[in-house]
Nanobody
């Protein structure tokens, strides 16, 4: 079984930066996919960025050039968010995928407001 713990959310002004972290524990497989999703109030959850253990990354068009996803090992994924906009506000969720196994974190709130 895999558990995810996210951290790093908070309140930031437009143009500011935040760094989110997600740590996986338990039976973490050496080859996996970890992603960040977000859900704004009244909207559906959307994919923000994805990173594999092999080093491949993928981003939503809305965050390209502003957000960077990275991993320091098979267990931890980060999301560096720069030049934040009000429309980046939402609950950010970490996802772990390994084969048919999909695990979600509890979410961390990011609020971009002046």
């Amino acid at each position: 079984q895999v558990q995810l713990v996210e951290s790093g959310g908070g309140l930031v002004q437009p143009g500011g930066s935040l760094r989110l972290s997600c740590a996986a524990s338990g039976s973490v497989f050496s080859i996996n996919l970890m992603s960040w999703y977000r859900q704004a109030p009244g909207k559906q959850r959307e994919l923000v960025a994805t990173a594999t253990t092999g080093g491949s990354t993928n981003y939503a068009d809305s965050v390209k050039g502003r957000f960077t996803i990275s991993r320091d090992n098979k267990n931890t994924v980060y999301l560096q968010m720069n030049s934040l906009k009000q429309e980046d506000t939402g609950v950010y969720y970490c996802e772990y995928v390994e084969g048919d196994l999909e695990v979600w974190g509890q979410g961390t709130l990011v609020t971009v407001s002046s």
